[in-house]
């Protein structure tokens, strides 16, 4: 039975889609796999590690069977990505093998029973939804996902917390060192929320986030997020994404964020972020600090380490205040700053104690809070 007849790039697309998400070794060996399902034209892949599922439909079916099986997805994304653009390649089942021809060119498959995959069931109802444009996401995710935790034993850190009233939708990641936050309003039209009752908060796992931020495009196409007690769905083109939630309760990020700081001065963004990369090839892997010191005029940022060598570099800055002296872990810093695309950023500190806090003058929804540490 023909499955497919289509063009390679035209098969690799919603292959890619679905495959970010696969294992090559795993317990289960049709987690290896994708499903693939043809309702006549009509041709979906899906692919699921249980936490998480992805599925997308094109219209590249031939004629006007229905089947579902399922094949490894790792070999037949190299399989496609090794054969030329030309000429078109056909995708038929005969035998429990799925085969690919393109010319002189033949490839059989082994198969697993579609019966046997383990697809994730959409929840029966979605108390919250937000429709936004792809590109607002995409960047909300950008802004906080770089603060989110790998692997913490505080297994309610390695994701991140989406946040749903009336009026916003907040993103908050947090690894207990340092603390990314930022919103998009309903001030912009493009945002609609449809809530049933205040406020709703969610921890969507580490791997559905980055998965996002890689299908998501730049576009002003519309995205929407569907959330349930124990699931979240992100609908977008023909991409649907299905994940678990993460269970526990978040840090109170409103008690960590600082609103009572002084000493504050304007940095130009890239300037800053280059003097932190030449401090930073003077530490050490275990110990990454570096010393900012605020005074009128001036900020230095300095680093030492155990050869007893050391860097410092001074950067103009519009600051009549008090001087403080704080170490900071440099990669803390550095990660901010490359993250975020304006010409400067506002740090706002206290005393060598206390966090740090950076905003961003182009965007009033922005905070970022790194923890200070002893030098």
């Known amino acids: 039975m023909i499955l497919i007849k289509a063009q390679r790039d035209a098969l690799l697309k919603p292959l890619q889609t679905v495959t970010g998400i696969v294992e090559r070794r795993h317990t289960l060996p049709i987690l290896s796999n994708v499903l693939v399902s043809k309702d006549a ?21 031939s004629g006007s069977e229905q089947l579902s099986t399922t094949v490894a997805a790792r070999k037949l994304l190299d399989i496609l990505r090794a054969l030329p653009e030309q000429p078109e390649i056909t995708l038929s089942y005969t035998n429990k093998k799925l085969n690919l021809s393109q010319g002189k060119s033949k490839f059989n498959l082994q198969t697993l029973p579609s019966e046997e995959f383990p697809t994730v069931l959409a929840a029966e109802q979605y108390p919250a939804k937000v429709t936004l444009s792809q590109k607002a996401l995409k960047q909300l995710f950008h802004s906080v996902h770089f603060a989110m935790a790998q692997q913490d034993i505080r297994y309610y850190l390695n994701g991140l917390l989406l946040v749903i009233d009336q009026t916003s939708l907040k993103a908050v990641a947090t690894d207990g060192h340092r603390l990314a936050y930022s919103a998009v309003t309903t001030n912009d039209k493009n945002v609609q929320i449809q809530l049933q009752g205040d406020r709703q908060e969610v921890i969507i796992p580490r791997k559905a986030i980055l998965e996002c931020q890689r299908l998501l495009g730049e576009t002003d196409d519309q995205v929407s997020i569907e959330l349930a007690p124990n699931q979240a769905r992100f609908k977008f083109d023909q991409i649907e994404l299905l994940s678990k939630l993460i269970e526990g309760k978040f840090p109170d990020y409103q008690r960590v964020i600082p609103s009572n700081h002084q000493k504050i001065v304007a940095v130009d963004r890239e ?19 570096v010393r900012l010191t605020l005074s009128p005029g001036c900020l230095r940022v300095s680093s030492t380490n155990a050869e007893q060598e050391d860097a410092s570099e001074e950067l103009e800055v519009a600051y009549q205040g008090d001087p403080v002296d704080i170490g900071f872990n440099v990669q803390y810093l550095l990660d901010v700053l490359s993250n975020l695309k304006n010409k400067t950023v506002q740090v706002a500190l206290h005393d060598p104690n206390a966090s740090a806090l950076i905003t961003s003058p182009d965007d009033n929804e922005f905070r970022y809070v790194v923890m200070p540490m002893r030098i």
């Not at 034209?41 to 219209?59: H, L, P, V, W, Y």
């Not at 300037?271 to 600090?289: M, N, V």
């Open 41 to 61: 034209d009509r041709i979906s892949f899906c692919s699921t590690d249980i936490e998480m599922q992805i599925r997308t439909e094109s219209n590249m079916g």
């Open 271 to 289: 300037a800053f972020y280059g003097s932190l990369q030449r401090a930073a090839i003077l530490t050490t892997d275990k110990f990454k600090g």
